[in-house]
């Protein structure tokens, strides 16, 4: 995502994560810095960043000077360190509202949680303007709080993909948007994920470090840079659940949200998930050569047409009281039909 961003100052870094819609800034004052309020100095240091803004993430504690947090009042010195954590902008697309059904888990002024079936696109982009959750979302809120929908829209603040399935974390507001962006830079929200990928592991618990960035030779997908020279940092830990034999069902646990992550990660250690098309998991990767063993197989990517990864956990304080809240979410019942024909199938 960075390749997509202005040139910025040499003293101006920035750092993103691709799937959390959050986006971190560091900036050292110059030497020359007159005493300017913190608020108007990143107006004009941040593209798209309005003053509003600002405020919102000086009142949620996310702009830090010298590593201590201040108010949008505070006056910039000459070298000044300045971190901000900053939620996206919404995109310019018009949100078209519709009536899809979709479950939520919790709601209340600040925020929602949803457990998005597979195939949905959760925002609206080229080539898929409706029926995605936004959408459908923008319909709830008009229907819960109707004279205030058009303050009411629903703000991401981390996406799954298309068709992986599962908890997904929405805020109604900005404030509550900042908070929890900042949550997520800081790595205090928990996330699991339920997959099943292909291979016997070796361990019964491990972590995937590695460097993940669009690959050089098809930017549609994602790929590992071991080396560190491309692409951003990224940790995935991963335990064992259950063992099949040819396929082995994982707890993953995301440390960074990177796009693709898991996909990406497990393709790395040549573990792919199960019926993963873009990633390789979609052919026969371990098992026999026997006609019924292929016929087993292929029948269970006809029940899961999609990678086996479900969104299963998340925790989090609540970005008003700080309560500790937590959700979770079964496996939709292709995933959990064939976790159990692969069960059987161990058995037989």
Known sequence: MSADLPDMPENQEVLEESQDLYE??????????????IDKFLMVR???ASRNKIQQAARAGNILVNDKPVKPN????PMDVISIVLSHPPREIEIISENIPIPILYEDTDLLVVDKPAGMVVHP?????TGTLVNALAYHLQEVSPDKAPDRMPVLVHRIDKDT???LLIAKNELAQAKLAAQFFHHTIERHYLA???GDFEEDEGTITGNIGRSPKDRKVFTVFPDGSQGRHAVTHYKVIERFGYVTLMDCRLETGRTHQIRVHFRHIRHPLFGDETY???VILKGTTFSKYRQFVNNCFEILPRQALHARFIAFFHPADGKWMTFASEPPDDMLTVIDKWRKYKIA
């Open 24 to 37: 971190h800034h560091r900036i050292t004052a110059d030497k020359g810095q007159g005493l300017l309020r």
């Open 46 to 48: 941040l593209e798209n």
């Open 74 to 77: 505070y006056r910039v010195k």
């Open 125 to 129: 982009a080229y080539g898929n303007y």
């Open 165 to 167: 399935s599962g908890i």
């Open 196 to 198: 099943l990928a292909w």
């Open 280 to 282: 390789g998991g979609n």
